[in-house]
């Protein structure tokens, strides 16, 4: 009885053992099996991108103008959002090629949720454009527009080093000169900036033209958009406080305004126009203005009750802005002498100037 309960055991022992092999055997031909089919999946992927990077011509096709290209998002990463980002060319099949992408993103989605496939979840740049380097499709980012602003920067900040501006001080305005610079995105220049005649002249315009360049191939590549307003040409320079200062119309137009407004004032103090002449020995006459070759500009009657010194003050004051206006802006005129006149006349109750 012993004998046969012994073999009973070890009769149940072998048949469990041969369960449990097959049970290891039957798992691992899963596991081999479900790794197969993952691997195929992750190849038929490869192939797909594969064929999307034939499609987009970035490895075939010459990249020469950066209009020909456009970029989109290709892929999934499992947390979601486009896995990268590729430059296609549009002279491709882009419904084929865009197809094709759509496809293969939804195809890794679909990958990535039945695989669990588990990925950084860090948010992928999108590019500003596409650029041709060397030859090639090359994806842009914003950094890339930030560098090349800086590197426009220090350029013009050499240029201006190089002119003196900041460092040479005006005394004459005749040792300076002015330039434009920069390309405005719309055409014209970006602005005017003085620049010293005793530096080197040739360095100093190739570094200009090199500027102009440089940006113009900015403006172009990064589509920057700008004012159409046409910037105004200085009409001279002039030394304000020791610096080169350029000058507008403008300027001179507000300058010659101010000039005429003080020669108001002085004919209102004069009482010419207001105060009736009866006796000429109530008037006197004076010289006025400074002409731009020398002597005076004119001469004016005026009442002798009004403040003689004060109104005399006023005379010189104008004499010597129009002296300063007419060397500023380099003015001209005939250098004929004014007559001078002999007295005053009152006739119709004004004093006039007479040259009998």
């Not at 031909?29 to 195929?40: D, G, L, R, V």
């Not at 620049?195 to 403006?219: G, M, P």
Request: hydrophobic share 30%; aromatic share 10%.
């Amino acid at each position: 009885m012993k004998k046969i309960s012994l073999l009973a055991i070890a009769v149940c022992l072998i048949l469990n053992s041969c369960s449990s092999d097959d049970l290891v055997k039957n798992n691992d031909k899963e596991i081999n099996t479900e790794q197969t089919t993952k691997n195929k999946e992750s190849q038929e992927l490869t192939n797909l991108y594969n064929e999307i990077l034939e499609l987009s011509l970035v490895n075939s096709q010459t990249c020469n103008n950066p209009k020909d290209w456009a970029f989109t998002a290709i892929g999934s990463k499992s947390c979601g959002g486009p896995k990268k980002y590729i430059p296609y060319s549009l002279k491709t099949n882009t419904v084929d090629f865009l197809n094709k992408v759509k496809n293969y993103t939804n195809k890794q989605s679909e990958f990535n949720t039945k695989w669990e496939v588990v990925s950084i979840c860090d948010v992928i740049r999108v590019p500003k454009l596409v650029d041709c380097v060397n030859g090639k499709a090359t994806l842009v980012y914003e950094e890339t527009q930030k560098e090349e602003e800086q590197n426009l920067k220090n350029l013009y900040n050499e240029i201006v080093t190089l002119s003196l501006v900041n460092s040479q001080t005006c005394s004459n305005p005749e040792n300076w000169h002015f330039t434009a610079i920069g390309v405005k995105s719309c055409g014209g220049p970006e602005k005017y900036i003085p620049y010293s005649l005793t530096i080197d002249k040739t360095v100093f315009f190739e570094k200009i033209e090199t500027y102009n360049n440089a940006q113009r191939n900015f403006n172009t590549k990064w589509s920057i958009n700008s004012i159409c307003d046409v910037v105004p040409a200085p009409i001279g320079i002039d030394c304000v406080n020791g610096k080169a200062t350029l000058l507008y119309e403008t300027d001179f137009t507000e300058e010659k305004q101010n000039l005429e407004n003080l020669y108001n004032e002085i004919i209102t103090f004069s009482q010419v126009n207001s105060k009736t002449c009866n006796n000429p020995e109530d008037w006197a006459f004076t010289t006025i203005g400074i002409k731009p070759c020398g002597g005076p500009e004119k001469y004016i009657p005026y009442s002798l009750v009004i403040n003689k010194a004060t109104f005399l003050t006023m005379i010189d004051s104008y004499n010597d802005l129009e002296n300063k206006f007419n060397q500023k802006w380099g003015m001209s005129s005939t250098c004929d002498t004014p007559p001078v006149p002999t007295s005053i006349e009152c006739m119709n109750g004004k004093a006039m100037l007479s040259y009998k």
